[in-house]
């Protein structure tokens, strides 16, 4: 299945649909942007995985969320700045042949991440 990722919205209890999203390749401290993305009504990326089993490389990634924005466009009143503005999360990928699954779970005030299924 390669690299993949979903989105879900702990204040309102559902996916993140609408939330911008961008996916980098990192190296030596430099982003290169691969893709942007909106999530689609289940929290994911519309067009499926990020990077299928055969397009997937070793080495290190970013994604990043449009946290704030996402919030706003519901309606939530956010401080100036936000607490949290865009969400980053950088990791590794050292089996490219096994599947990567990068969920959020996001707040105004807090996210969770971890290597899902």
Known sequence: M??????LDT???TPAAGMAAALYTTRGGQA?????????ADGRNPDGPLYRNDELKAGT???V????GYFRSRG?????????DQVALD??????QEHYHVPLLV???SYSTYRGS
Do not use: E
């Open 107 to 109: 707040s105004p005030w």
């Open 76 to 84: 939530v009143t956010l401080p100036d700045p936000p607490f949290l």
């Open 61 to 63: 990634y970013r994604l």
């Open 11 to 13: 204040m309102h209890g």
């Open 91 to 96: 990791f590794g990928i050292a089996r490219s």
């Open 32 to 40: 290169t942007l691969v893709r942007r993305f909106t999530l689609n």
């Open 2 to 7: 390669g690299l993949s990722t979903h989105v």
């Open 65 to 68: 969320f449009d946290v704030a």
